[in-house]
């Protein structure tokens, strides 16, 4: 009898989808709660997201790590690389324990984060779901599982960190300095060519696109 119960709970398991969690995941609380709902994690390393099941990629995000990969531009790049999935999801974990749009003084503007949020809905067409804690996040997982068990299992693992181009890198390091977003850093780089030339610029000249933020630009730069 327990031969046969064994036997059976192997088939159900290889039967069954099993949802590929980056490995960085590996003590995540999320996966934890996936197990106690029946759902089995493989843990590997994904070069783009966090989850993948079958053909759906999943980006999970806390609040904080929302707001400091925005800060950081790291949010741009990985929602960049995660368009390499037809299906894709960006799951933003922990919404009634961090508050998201803090207008405070020392906390990150309210507008500038539905604004990005804006452009991962319409320049990405990235679905965004919120969540209220891992248990939220790790049933959101397993009823994505439920619905897909039925069609391919087939998971593409091809996905690569995306190289980018000369003109993109040179873009991207204009993007780091405070305040510079991609519709100034394009303006500098078209003006100035070169990073160099953007750096070495005079005050007056920087104005022209910078205007009031030319002088804590040079400010930062002579520090």
């Known amino acids: 009898m327990l031969d046969i119960f064994s036997k059976n709970k192997k088939e159900k398991s290889e039967n069954s989808m099993r949802i590929i969690a980056d490995y960085r995941e590996k003590n995540s609380l999320v996966c934890s709660e996936l197990v106690s709902l029946g759902s089995d994690c493989e843990f590997q390393e994904l070069k783009v997201g966090d989850f993948l099941i079958?053909?759906?990629?999943?980006?999970?995000?806390?609040?904080?790590?929302?707001?400091?990969?925005?800060?950081?531009k790291r949010l741009l790049r990985q929602l960049e690389e995660l368009k390499q999935y037809e299906k894709r999801l960006l799951i933003i974990e922990g919404i009634e324990e961090q508050e998201l749009y803090n207008d405070s003084p020392e906390g990150m503007n309210g507008n500038a984060i539905r604004g990005m949020l804006l452009y991962i809905a319409l320049e990405t067409n990235t679905p965004t779901i919120f969540t209220k804690d891992y248990q939220d996040t790790a049933r959101f997982l397993h009823l994505i599982k439920k619905r897909i068990e039925k069609g391919p299992k087939e998971i593409s693992l091809q996905a690569k960190k995306r190289n980018l181009s000369f003109k993109e890198q040179k873009q991207f390091i204009i993007?780091?300095?405070?305040?510079?977003?991609?519709?100034?850093?394009?303006?500098?780089?078209?003006?100035?060519?070169?990073?160099?030339?953007?750096i070495n610029a005079d005050e007056p000249a920087l104005k022209e696109i910078l205007r009031g933020r030319a002088e804590n630009f040079k400010k930062l730069i002579d520090k």
Do not use: C, H
């Open 54 to 72: 079958g053909n759906v990629a999943v980006e999970r995000k806390t609040v904080s790590d929302f707001i400091s990969s925005m800060i950081n």
């Open 175 to 198: 993007e780091s300095f405070p305040n510079i977003g991609p519709v100034k850093a394009k303006k500098l780089l078209k003006k100035f060519r070169t990073i160099s030339n953007i």
